[in-house]
């Protein structure tokens, strides 16, 4: 199950860049404190408002029933019951703490210029026990007016309020609900502060219409929920989405750590296991982005590429005793033998043992030679200047191998301009392989050279021979060589192949029906 789901994960995810996964990250934190404050604002609001409909609930309800009391009113007519054509419809807040004006504390009521409306005063002193205990349950101020907006009720009874914005408005028929604030709060927290709400008094007027006019208003008021109840109230959504968001940063912090922080901890673990001597592949990681895949695409060549040296220095190393190993017998037998025998011994004898230590040494010291040779092309990387000229230096090779019964033919398309390649370290190459034609036998060697893409394909085959099959694996190995007798070291070749291959090309043994073909493969230099 676990393994279904590590491949189902890796095929969803979308192998991104690690900047962007970097940048997407950093802007979900950045974004929490904009989000929750956003959220802060927005569940505020949503509490004015939810204030404001119980006002308005309560300022209907309130309103009906004095309606209804009202001396000689009839009872409105019930408007039809809402249908699948006609279904209720909810009345739009006008309130917003973005934009609503926040006016002064209510001011006092003055002195009324008449007496209260006698039947006014009746229908509120019908009223006043539910008033009372309407007052108890919801905690709002609750007011009575005539239809001069005086105070029919509670201890500013008979003086008026005629004055506010929202009470003519109720008088002239319109419901109206504006903010103002209140001048006698007091914080009950030290985290009041952050709610907007806290001072702020929510005022609905609504008229009281009998017979079809308005005979007064009721004016009802209440402070917000504050937010830190209304908070509590919805402390259980409110830890849900505190528990979302921590979630979220988990989940996010998961997949950074297995796409980046795993990773390259098992790259650290892979490349000491490496410095040990020791194998390292480390696991590819499920969720993957581009540079993590990169750089273990790089680990993977890198470590290849050290277990390749590796065991070419071991395989070097022993050839390379086996090589000294011969002619350090014989310089150590003859010297040896001398010691013993000398005085004894003819002149004819003395010099020909030290004929072999003198040849024991030239091949010690051609062995040398060649090994400074082989290490300087293996250092070589890349061109030196702007290159090789392919013309004239085949029209060199063609005037030093000339003669004796050898001749070189060389056709080059006139495309070829420059190679890629140091001009001494393609010289050497070729005349090594024009070297070892002559030696093998070869009369004739056939140069050509064609555009293949962005490299040259230089092939030169040979009438020698040709190479023995049981050879042609070992041919470029060092030290390999079938004139020993003769003075060979094996490593000409060796240092061709790595002298091509410092300059980004290939030396190969093609295949081919007679005589040896060797292909080189170099780039073209930029033009």
Not at 51 to 59: H, N, S
Not at 72 to 97: F, K, N, T, V, W
Not at 298 to 326: G, Q
Not at 386 to 410: M, T, Y
Request: hydrophobic share 50%.
């Amino acid at each position: 199950m676990i393994e279904t789901l590590r491949k189902a994960a890796a095929w969803l995810w979308p192998v991104p860049r690690l900047r962007w996964l970097l940048l997407a990250v950093l802007l979900f934190v950045a974004a929490l404190p904009g989000v929750a404050a956003l959220g802060l604002r927005v569940y505020e609001n949503a509490l004015i408002r939810r204030t404001e409909g119980e006002l308005v609930a309560q300022g209907a309800a309130l309103g009906a029933s004095a309606a209804l009391l009202w001396p000689g009113a009839e009872p409105a007519p019930l408007p039809p019951l809402p249908s699948r054509s006609m279904p209720y419809q909810e009345i739009e807040s006008g309130i917003d703490l973005r934009y609503s004006p926040v006016l002064p504390e209510r001011p006092a009521a003055v002195p009324a210029s008449a007496p209260a409306d006698a039947r006014a005063l009746a229908v509120a002193a019908r009223m006043g026990p539910a008033l009372e205990e309407t007052k108890r349950a919801t905690l709002a101020s609750i007011l009575l007016l005539d239809q001069a907006g005086t105070v029919l009720n509670g201890r500013d009874t008979g003086k008026s309020l005629a004055m506010l914005p929202e009470v003519r408005a109720a008088l002239r028929g319109q419901s109206v609900t504006v903010l103002r604030h209140n001048d006698f709060y007091r914080q009950d927290t030290a985290f009041d502060w952050i709610s907007r709400a806290t001072a702020i008094r929510l005022h609905h007027a609504r008229p009281i219409k009998a017979g079809g006019k308005v005979v007064g208003a009721v004016l009802v008021s209440r402070s917000a929920s504050a937010l830190f109840r209304g908070m509590w109230e919805d402390r259980g959504k409110i830890a849900a989405g505190v528990a979302a968001i921590f979630a979220m940063l988990v989940l996010l912090t998961a997949i950074l750590a297995r796409a980046i922080v795993r990773p390259v901890e098992q790259l650290s673990l892979a490349a000491r296991a490496l410095a040990r001597g020791q194998s390292a592949a480390p696991a590819r990681p499920t969720l993957e982005v581009q540079e993590i895949r990169s750089l273990y695409h790089d680990f993977e060549v890198m470590a290849e590429a050290i277990a390749r040296r590796s065991r070419y220095l071991r395989d070097f190393a022993a050839a390379l005793s086996h090589e000294f190993k011969t002619p350090l017998a014989g310089i150590r037998g003859g010297i040896e033998l001398l010691q013993d025998h000398g005085p004894t011994m003819s002149e004819a004898e003395r010099a020909r043992f030290l004929a072999n230590i003198a040849a024991d040494g030239e091949r010690l010291s051609r062995l040398v030679s060649r090994l400074m040779e082989l290490a300087k092309a293996d250092m070589t990387r890349g061109p030196s200047g702007e290159g090789a000229a392919l013309a004239p230096l085949l029209a060199r090779l063609g005037d030093a191998a000339g003669g004796e019964g050898f001749v070189l033919r060389s056709e080059a398309e006139p495309a070829l301009d420059r190679l890629a390649m140091d001009a001494g370290a393609l010289e050497t190459v070729l005349a090594t392989l024009l070297e070892n034609a002559r030696q093998a036998g070869a009369g004739e060697v056939l140069l050509t050279a064609r555009r293949d893409g962005g490299s040259a394909l230089l092939t030169l085959c040979d009438n020698g021979p040709g190479v023995p099959q049981a050879d042609r694996e070992r041919i470029f190995d060092p030290f390999f060589t079938s004139r020993r007798e003769s003075g060979g070291t094996g490593l000409g070749l060796p240092i061709a192949r790595a002298l091509v291959e410092g300059s980004g090309g290939a030396l190969e043994l093609a295949e081919s029906e007679s005589g040896a073909c060797f292909v080189l493969t170099v780039p073209l230099a930029a033009p």
